[in-house]
């Protein structure tokens, strides 16, 4: 450990400390202890604080122990003469600072509430965006699982321009990273200069703009704390899992850009506690023995064309950059772009003409592998703003290829489409919506692009189950109605087929580990009447994604006798999940929430829970923020229940689920359901009500109550009784 960064850590880590001490007392003076603190929307309080200490800080008062703690493991000042090593003291320094940046971040959501946006994108007059809530967490921390983004790169301060701000922003998203951004050098910052640059930063295209300090960074700390917590279920306060999960796991790394300050050489220090090395652009003495990070600690004064390179190097990430032939970047650091108003050049579906994506499979000698036609009006033809329908035929050959593949290769199409830059895709099938940005199409990007994406990934992805890909894309009216016609009697066909599957007539289920990577211990299992948590496999998909691949996360699971029917519950699932468990869990029940059910892991779309009071059950979907009956937001339940394990009176599902006959049928079904959000109960109208006519009640969408109801178990009551819901009459749930 070099001596100069060492005192430079431990001067900044006095400063921090000092300010953060300094807007804690004036905060006492002025709101008491008893005022309630806090990040917005999370389950984790101060993350940082939370993970590593274990204490929860809810009220001004809960920081007077963090502060004297900070105060104890503050090292003196590295005077002239001190005896080595400074690692240690480093290390500690760097640890309290972010602590005492937490603390001068919550006080600022007290005393300037509106500082950040508290949103995932930036608005028209503020781009910081402060602490991401746990709904960014879950969505975001769902990219760290299957792998579309393996880290971050925390940016402080600015590039020498605006040009080398945006190459290297875009090359650290054509490696899939997130760029994390706080503080400013020179007084510019990473974030404004892209912003100047016309560059569209937020969450959805993983540029973030934490906050315009250095104390900011620690909202990029706090994140990843947050994700081994929430995906590797590891417990507040077990610091050294927590620790080792991110050195492991993710793959971060600090960037300063500029003239490294006391108070950057003391978030860095912060940072390699976590196993987060920092590479600068500037001449700082160098940490390069390995231990704590993987590789190096501190590497400096790298040009700025060699930086990500050399950032990906020390971190020792392996990245596999697509090569697809389109002349706009691509890459998933591109999905959550958006096209909007004036930037769009041609747009297609939406409800505004008819758009859809069908694959589709043929005979060998039918295809040309390769082959791309645009039938109909290209780009070029039209003027910009114009609207076309569009179909969009994959034609798939090979001797692997099923029928049963084609709805696993059609779904990859929205998010292959996605990753160009320029080109936003929502929906799938006869309900898809594209729209093409102007810059895209001056960048030479055409409709054509579309079939080379769809050609060069899908081989490179599934070029197991194929041999030849051709794609045919029409925009002319009649054309494109044809296409549809077909295609929506195919998608019946698919439908019907597992609908009309049922667990009883099926031996072989499906298991998905894909979790497993951030919750250790979570197993699904997938049987053709529960589908996947997180909402993204069905049975279907996972005896695909088996034959695809079949060493893969979705293994054959013989479900073996059965030990019980009504909560469904076999032995060699349960072996199966034994061994999958690595011995933490030994069984579990698929239609039960009550009794042992199935273990709930972070990425869950929905979570149900008990509500004694009604007799019934409730459930909350991912994407509402409010109250629930059970007494905790989704937030909450997803920190409680969802770190791999089995949690009485809790279960994860998809929304999907809801419908399916086997819904918590152990525990009565449907019909226990008293309340769920609105906005879910208007997403699965058409089958719920569908599945409400099949249990013989209607109406039931009508007696399910929601948050314009009450989110109290108390406050909905008379309305149940009101409706005469089912469940108040059927046998008592804890029987
Ligand atoms: Fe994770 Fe289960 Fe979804 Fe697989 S099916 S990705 S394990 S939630
Ligand atoms: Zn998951």
């Known amino acids: 450990m070099s001596k100069i960064i060492a005192s ?7 400063k921090i400390l000092g300010n953060a001490e300094a807007k804690w007392k004036s905060a006492m003076e002025k709101w008491g202890a008893n005022e309630p603190v806090g990040f917005p929307n999370t389950a984790y309080y101060l993350p940082v604080i939370y993970g590593i200490l274990g204490m929860k800080i809810a009220k001004l008062g809960d920081m007077e122990p963090v502060l004297k703690k900070c105060r104890v493991m503050l090292p003196p000042l590295v005077k002239e003469v001190h005896p080595l090593p400074y690692l ?3 290390l500690d320094a760097g640890m309290l600072t972010l602590f005492a940046e937490e603390i001068i971040e919550a006080i600022r959501y007290l005393e300037t509430p509106d500082f950040y946006t508290k949103t995932e994108d930036v608005t028209a007059d503020n781009i910081w965006l402060g602490a991401a809530d746990d709904i960014i967490l879950r969505k975001r921390g769902v990219e760290f699982v299957d792998g579309t983004a393996p880290g971050f790169a925390a940016i402080v301060g600015a590039a020498p321009t605006k040009e080398i701000a945006v190459s290297i922003a875009q090359e ?25 640059a016309g560059v569209q930063i937020g969450w959805p295209t993983r540029l973030v703009s934490f906050g315009p300090d250095i104390s900011a960074a620690v909202f990029a700390m706090g994140f990843a704390t947050r994700a081994a917590m929430s995906f590797g279920g590891i417990e507040p306060g077990d610091f050294r899992k927590i620790l080792i999960y991110n050195k492991d796991r993710v793959f971060a790394f600090v960037l300063p850009m500029g003239f490294v300050s006391d108070e950057w050489y003391a978030n860095a220090a912060g940072a390699i506690n976590w196993g987060f090395p920092t590479i600068a652009d500037t001449p700082i003495p160098e940490i390069l023995p390995t231990g704590i990070c993987t590789y190096e600690h501190v590497v400096s004064n790298i040009p700025h064309d060699k930086l990500v390179a050399k950032a990906v190097e020390v971190r020792g990430l392996k990245v ?10 691509y890459g998933p650091a591109f999905e959550g772009e958006r096209v909007r108003g004036d930037d769009i050049y041609l747009e297609c579906g939406g409800g505004k003409t008819h758009m859809v994506e069908w694959v589709t499979t043929k005979q060998m000698n039918e295809i040309e592998d390769g082959k791309i036609e645009v039938v109909g009006q290209e780009l070029a033809d039209i003027k910009p703003g114009s609207r076309l329908p569009l179909a969009i035929a994959v034609e798939v050959a090979g001797r692997q290829m099923q029928e049963d593949y084609e709805p696993i290769l059609e779904r990859q199409i929205h998010h292959l489409i996605n990753y160009a830059q320029g080109v936003m895709h929502i929906g799938q099938r006869d309900i898809a919506w594209i729209r093409i940005s102007k810059q895209a199409v001056e ?23 194929f041999d030849k890909i051709q794609v045919k894309l029409y925009t002319k009216e009649e054309d494109v109605n044809k296409v549809v016609e077909k295609a929506r009697s195919v998608y019946g066909v698919r439908d019907a087929r597992i609908e009309g599957m049922t667990d009883e007539t099926t031996d072989t289920y499906y298991s998905c580990t894909l979790c497993q990577s951030f919750a250790p211990s979570h197993v699904c299992v997938i049987s053709p009447e529960r589908t996947g948590l997180c909402g993204s496999y069905n049975w279907m998909d996972c005896k695909a994604s088996f034959e695809i691949n079949p060493t893969g996360p979705n293994q054959p699971v013989p479900k073996g006798e059965t030990v019980d029917a009504k909560l469904g519950q076999w032995k060699g699932v349960n072996d199966f999940v034994y061994k999958a468990s690595r011995q933490k869990i030994d069984h579990y029940n698929f239609y039960s929430l009550v ?34 009956p059970c007494g905790m937001k989704f937030t909450t339940l997803a920190g409680t229940v969802g770190g791999g394990l089995s949690t009485s009176g809790f279960v994860g599902h998809s929304k999907y689920n809801v419908c399916q006959r086997k819904f918590v049928l152990g525990d009565g079904g449907l019909k226990r359901m008293v309340w769920m959000p609105k906005m879910l109960k208007e997403e699965i109208a058409d089958r719920l009500n569908a599945r409400a006519k099949e249990i013989g009640i209607p109406n039931f969408i009508d007696m399910i109550a929601d948050e314009t109801i009450g989110v109290t178990e108390e406050d909905i009551m008379p309305f149940l009784q009101e409706k005469g819901h089912p469940a108040l009459s059927m046998e008592p749930i804890l029987g």
Not at 320 to 329: E, G, H, K
Not at 445 to 465: E, P, S, T, Y
Request: charged letters at 20%.
């Open 8 to 14: 430079a850590a431990i001067r900044g880590a006095h």
């Open 88 to 90: 240690g003291p480093t």
């Open 172 to 196: 650290l998203q054509q490696k899939n990273l997130y760029v994390f951004m706080a503080s400013e050098y020179n007084g510019k910052r990473f974030s404004e200069q892209l912003v100047e």
């Open 320 to 329: 596999t950059v697509a090569n697809v032939p389109v002349p706009v970047a």
């Open 443 to 465: 960048k030479g990007f055409k409709l054509r692009d579309i079939g080379v994406i769809l050609h060069a990934k899908l081989h490179q992805d599934f070029g197991r189950i």
């Open 595 to 628: 009794y042992d059910p199935m273990t709930t892991c972070g990425c869950c779309e929905c979570i149900a829970a008990i509500l004694p009071g009604c007799n019934g059950i409730m459930t909350v979907n991912r994407d509402y923020a409010g109250e629930t």
